[in-house]
């Protein structure tokens, strides 16, 4: 691809306002690094607030973890496992927090 008279560089991933976007046969996206950062906040969050209320720590998680997760999904369009993994990782916070199991 040129631009300019100067060569683009063809990259697998790119990461353009917080969403990363894959090449390939057709456009789609990345969850794997949102899904890193939200599991690195939820558990720093975890780490302490041990002795505090559960629905506190439910708050907590709500107001600066799901915004992680879900930053930039509605300008996406993701497959339905994509979707089901998101879902999985909002779960976690409830199992953890009120020791549901699996």
Not at 19 to 29: A, D, E, M
Not at 30 to 41: C, L, V
Not at 67 to 78: E, M, N, P, R
Request: aromatic share 12%.
């Amino acid at each position: 691809m040129v631009l300019n008279n100067s060569t683009l560089a063809w990259v697998p991933l790119v990461k353009y306002l917080g969403v990363h976007l894959v090449s390939g046969r057709k456009l789609s996206f990345d969850i794997n690094p949102a899904k890193r950062s939200f599991f690195m906040a939820y558990n720093a969050i975890l780490s302490h607030t041990k002795h505090i209320d559960d629905i506190i720590q439910l708050s907590l998680q709500q107001s600066h973890c799901l915004s992680i997760l879900t930053y930039g999904v509605t300008a996406v369009s993701l497959n339905v496992s994509q979707y089901n993994e998101l879902h999985a990782c909002w779960n976690s916070v409830y199992r953890r927090i009120f020791g549901f199991h699996k």
